[in-house]
């Protein structure tokens, strides 16, 4: 059988977490994620490099694999004789 807990269950809204229900409250806690990640990654260099050249490859990749889908399939007029004719189903 667990005990009751003493301590009051939490409620999580969006002025406890420093908002009025705008987005401020997740750009304070994100710049506070960010600035408690500059402090952690300086004492290990290795996770921290290697932190960044993943990140670097992901957004690399994901930027490259987005042009050329964009450039291919939207901006480009298909292979046809007659584009006009086409007939979306």
């Known amino acids: ?24 409250g997740v750009l304070r806690m994100t710049l506070r994620d960010v600035r408690y990640a500059a402090r952690r990654l300086p004492p290990l260099p290795a996770f921290t490099a290697i932190a960044v050249i993943s990140l670097a490859i992901g957004i690399g990749a994901n930027a490259a694999i987005f042009t050329c889908t964009v450039s291919e399939v939207i901006l480009r007029r298909p292979p046809l004789e007659h584009p006009e004719e086409r007939v979306d189903i």
């Open 1 to 24: 059988m667990q005990r009751p807990s003493s301590a009051p269950k939490r409620v999580v809204t969006p002025e406890s977490i420093g908002g009025s229900g705008g987005g401020d």
